[in-house]
């Protein structure tokens, strides 16, 4: 069984940094999508960073393009968000997310259907 851990969130000011990481356990790391989404309270999950399976691939949206940067880690079966110049719109849960099939599109956001519990970030102005 697949299981996402997150990790490393927390409650910053305007400005600082926070890094995310998420171990995945109970399978191979490859050849699956892993993505970052975040959620807001009364809406849905958006996708704000992801890797392709092989992890030659990185997208992002473009609300954290140029302040936020995914890395994956195989050897480790890791992924990480490094977030920098944090702003309160940034607030959010934040959940890893992976696909229970391999070979999928990381951009494909209804092809996650692996998830982490969520860790809280708060950003205060």
């Known amino acids: 069984q697949v299981e996402l851990v997150e990790s490393g969130g927390g409650s910053v000011q305007t400005g600082d940094s926070l890094r995310l990481s998420c171990v995945a356990s109970g399978r191979a790391f490859i050849p699956y999508a892993m993505g970052w989404f975040r959620q807001v309270p009364g809406k849905e999950r958006v996708l704000v960073a992801s890797v392709s399976w092989g992890g030659g691939v990185i997208d992002y949206a473009d609300s954290v393009k140029g302040r936020f940067t995914l890395s994956r880690d195989n050897a480790k079966n890791t992924v990480y968000l490094q977030m920098n110049n944090l702003k309160p719109e940034d607030t959010a849960v934040y959940y890893c997310?992976?696909?229970?099939?391999?070979?999928?599109?990381?951009?494909?956001?209804?092809?996650?259907?692996?998830w982490g519990q969520g860790t809280q970030v708060t950003v205060s102005s």
């Open positions: 997310a992976s696909t229970l099939q391999a070979y999928m599109s990381h951009k494909n956001e209804r092809a996650y259907d692996v």
